[in-house]
């Protein structure tokens, strides 16, 4: 079965500085991969998406991440953080299921965002 | 613009109250889903649908009925509310399997 785990469900940086929010997935093949962000009282709203080719993926706010098939990985970067940022943020993963696919996404767990000014 | 509408986005309910949930969607897509959301859990699926007619059993279906009578829109029913269905509920849209998650902004309910 598919899963997806966030390790840190709180993360504070101050604004400026660098950010990683780590992601791992269980899968059995190459799945589709999302970041989601969520502002307070807001939906997700969709960050990037990897389905396949290049494995650094670009998305919108200055966000990138990168698919590291031999660790399981999607991590989301940013070079440097703004306040407008803090928000939850939410790793998914998709199936590729041929003619049976569903489109349906399994989520993490969430990793929090705190920028300090 | 409106994309995912869902109404409505607060309710109070008594345990053993039945309530159902709208989601509209206005971008002509096939496939719709009803997640919920709750505090170190991140989003679980509850049903979806891949077109108008069907419906299918997510992660944590229990309690919960759905209907796809219209392509626009699906319903979300709790015949029977439990303080444990106490939760924020999103609804999301999407064109294709591969396609983006449009979600609609969330329904705050609580089970008293």
């Known amino acids: 079965a598919q899963s997806v785990t966030q390790p840190d469900i709180h993360i504070t940086v101050s604004e400026g500085a660098s950010l990683e929010l780590r992601c791992n997935y269980s899968y059995g093949a190459t799945p589709y991969l999302f970041w989601y962000v969520q502002s307070p009282g807001q939906g997700l709203q969709l960050l990037l998406k990897?389905?396949?080719?290049?494995?650094l993926v670009q998305g919108i706010k200055g966000f990138e991440a990168e698919f590291k098939r031999s660790q399981s990985s999607f991590n989301l970067r940013k070079p440097s953080v703004h306040w407008s940022d803090a928000a939850e943020y939410f790793c998914?993963?998709?199936?590729?299921?041929?003619?049976?696919?569903?489109?349906?996404?399994?989520f993490g767990q969430g990793t929090t965002l705190q920028v300090k000014p | 613009n409106a994309g995912v509408t869902q109404t409505p986005k607060f309710r109070v309910l008594k345990t053993g109250q039945s309530m159902t949930l709208l989601c509209a969607q206005d971008m002509n897509h096939e496939y719709m889903y009803w997640y919920r959301q709750d505090p170190g859990m991140g989003l679980r699926l509850i049903h979806y649908?891949?077109?108008?007619?069907?419906?299918a059993k997510g992660e944590v279906p229990d309690g919960y009925n759905v209907s796809r009578l219209k392509k626009q829109n699906f319903l979300l029913g709790l015949e029977s509310a439990a303080p444990s269905q106490t939760s924020v509920y999103f609804c999301?849209?999407?064109?294709?399997?591969?396609?983006?998650?449009?979600f609609g902004e969330g329904s705050r309910l609580t089970v008293l």
């Open positions: 649908s891949v077109g108008e007619g069907t419906t």
């Open positions: 999301a849209s999407s064109y294709s399997v591969t396609g983006e998650l449009f």
């Open positions: 990897y389905f396949s080719g290049d494995t």
């Open positions: 998914a993963v998709g199936a590729r299921l041929g003619s049976s696919n569903t489109g349906k996404l399994i």
